[in-house]
């Protein structure tokens, strides 16, 4: 994926109220930093943002993160976000840091339209890859509940292998989203998607006994 930069991105982000610097302060405590106790749900790979924040304006009761690495993405998404906006905050981190910025107080993870890294060798760096479920296990507060989509074949075939394999029960799935929903919040990706006619795969894995 190639990424634009963008010019002014340091004063964007620099100056923005929703973008947590020093983010492994706050383990174990972001639900001091929200200033409630609702439930936090994660979108690792937010992107551009539309889908995280059309979620923090419509569910005022749930917290929100949103985890992005590259900062000229991060540029184009902060702007976007009301600033009356108050259960909604963004991490510019790797992925891999995860189990040290979070500690058993995640209710939810999102992952839409993550890198489906296509050849074999690099199938760990995948976001359900046995690595990262293992660091999944450390931040999820009782229930893990992780909601996926994507449009390659082989990513989606791959997470319910490897979802299974780690001893969640997926429900909800299905390899025509649109078609079997409808009023879904979407993300930019999903959009150019749905345009061309391209279906949609999606999730929900659960695992109770943690």
């Keep these: 994926m190639r990424i634009r930069n963008v010019k002014n991105k340091e004063e ?4 923005s109220k929703f973008l947590v610097h020093n983010y492994k ?8 930093i929200f200033k409630n106790n609702n439930p936090i749900y994660i979108e690792i790979g937010m992107g551009k943002g539309k889908f995280i924040i059309e979620n923090a304006k419509k569910y005022k009761n749930i917290n929100f993160i949103g985890i992005e690495r590259f900062d000229s993405i991060l540029a184009k998404a ?3 976000i009301d600033e009356d906006i108050n259960n909604l905050l963004i991490i510019r981190m790797n992925a891999l840091e995860i189990d040290e910025v979070f500690n058993k ?8 339209f993550s ?9 760990n760096r995948r976001l359900t890859s046995e690595i990262f479920l293992n660091k999944y296990d450390k931040i999820f507060k009782s229930k893990n509940e992780i909601y996926l989509r994507t449009d390659n074949t082989d990513l989606y075939r791959y997470s319910i292998e490897t ?6 029960s997926l429900c909800e799935v299905t ?8 009023d879904l919040i979407t993300t930019e990706y999903e959009d150019k998607f749905s345009k061309k006619n391209m279906p949609i795969y999606a ?3 659960i695992k109770e006994d943690v």
């Design 175 to 182: 390899f025509d989203l649109h078609k079997d929903k409808e």
């Design 105 to 112: 107080e995640i209710d939810r993870i999102y992952l839409n």
């Design 163 to 168: 979802l299974s394999n780690h001893k969640y």
């Design 78 to 80: 902060l702007p976007k």
């Design 25 to 32: 302060n706050n383990c174990g405590n972001w639900n001091k």
């Design 203 to 205: 999730l929900t894995a």
């Design 115 to 123: 890198d489906p890294w296509p050849k074999v060798r690099h199938h």
């Design 12 to 15: 964007i982000l620099n100056n």
